[in-house]
């Protein structure tokens, strides 16, 4: 494995430091793109909105009840309690 140089350990460094918030920002934007889709397309979104509720640290029942219920709006709220505790 290469050496990094310092410029890429600070770059990878400041992903690592705002994962939780990059996260954050990708289910602000899908939940959007639930609101627009049907079809495949929303089961697409939904699959990728799993994983990134995932890295925010939500229990798999939790994230299952949401996929089940197929309403961005909860997800919508969840993200609202999720700024406001930042």
Known sequence: MSEYSKYQRNIIKGYYDNREGIA???????VTELYLSEGKKRERYWTQLRGHLEKLGLKPDQIDHLVQQDRPELVANLVKKMFEKT
């Open 24 to 30: 954050l920002q990708r289910v602000q934007e899908l």
